[in-house]
């Protein structure tokens, strides 16, 4: 989930400016991406299946089935910048007056990759008041100001199951990513996108996730998506929580559904999100060395009780 966990991310970002968390970051079980990348040198693999019932009152059909999404992410080159395979798979039943068939195909596969363009936290460090709970959930104005990504990709429009029959076999899909850290639990995404506007089934839209960090291992969120185009127009709201079982290992449980009959739609899902970093080192800010001689006895017993919370933390998970 968007920075799931996010109190004890947040514990740990206060040090360090490297994209990687201590604690798993997953795209799960929403359908935006985060700002962030996974780090470099780091695989994550993201996965569920799903169940799906769509109903069409005007033009009298109707789809059930299930379905298979696996996501693949992976840092390269730089710390910034993120390379991503979606794919997803269905299986279903469609009827209409004198027609019931069986389908199954490829419904959705896209590559393309991520950068994070600016992260208003980057050798920013927040002060925590050790002495006031109080001082340190004060709203913080700078927490306004979000991290922007941006990503381009291309669709892979793969066989005639769930594509248009003149639809072109690639197609071009932009995005601009923000995410804002509002408080130490709370994260809202936004992801503005342009999907295929190469061609006559272009459609542009928007995904806004609010995701609630509850405690270390729980977190949930909500969510709104936005499409519109000449062939589909649609607003679909989902919400869900997610369980952190270990630093890298999550599972999560999602509802979604929309407000319509053009189709009505209805589809709820399960998965989990794991994350290979053995092969990461981590970026951490150089502190100078006039920096250290001018601290305090009290700069230093904060530092002490930040590391304290740090291994307590890595204990309990």
């Not at 005007?58 to 390379?83: A, H, K, Q, S, V």
């Not at 342009?194 to 909500?222: M, P, V």
């Not at 509802?255 to 080192?281: A, C, H, Q």
């Amino acid at each position: 989930m968007k920075n799931a966990l996010i109190l004890l991310i947040f514990i740990y970002s206060l040090d360090c400016f490297s994209q990687f968390t201590d604690v798993i970051n997953s795209n799960r079980p929403g359908e935006s991406m985060t700002a962030y990348s996974v780090g470099k040198t780091v695989f994550q693999m993201e996965g569920g299946t799903y169940y799906i019932h769509e109903q069409h009152d005007l033009l009298n059909n109707e789809t059930e089935g299930i379905g298979l999404n696996m996501d693949f992410r992976f840092g390269y080159f730089l710390e910034e910048l993120e390379f991503i395979l979606n794919t997803g798979f269905q299986y279903d039943q469609y009827t209409e007056p004198l027609v019931n068939e069986t389908r199954s195909g490829i419904k959705n596969l896209t590559f393309g990759a991520k950068y994070l363009i600016w992260d208003p936290f980057k050798n920013y460090e927040e002060k925590v008041n050790i002495q006031s709970w109080k001082a340190n959930q004060k709203f913080k104005w700078k927490r306004l100001l979000p991290a922007v990504s941006g990503y381009a990709g291309v669709n892979f429009n793969i066989g005639d199951t769930y594509t248009y029959t003149d639809e072109p076999v690639f197609g071009p899909k932009i995005m601009i990513i923000t995410q804002q850290q509002l408080n130490p639990y709370i994260v809202f995404v936004t992801n503005i996108f342009y999907n295929d506007f190469l061609s006559d089934y272009k459609n542009y839209g928007f995904i806004a996730t609010l995701t609630y960090g509850i405690n270390e291992r729980w977190s949930c969120f909500i969510e709104d998506k936005g499409i519109q185009g000449d062939y589909y127009a649609d607003n679909i709201f989902s919400f869900g929580a997610a369980y952190l079982i270990k630093q890298n290992i999550q599972i999560d449980a999602s509802l979604s559904r929309n407000f319509k009959d053009t189709p009505e739609i209805l589809y709820g899902g399960v998965g989990f999100s794991w994350r290979f970093d053995k092969n990461y080192k981590p970026v951490k800010l150089e502190k100078k060395d006039d920096e250290e001689k001018g601290k305090t006895k009290g700069d230093k017993k904060r530092d002490k009780q930040k590391e304290e919370t740090k291994k307590r933390l890595e204990e309990e998970l």
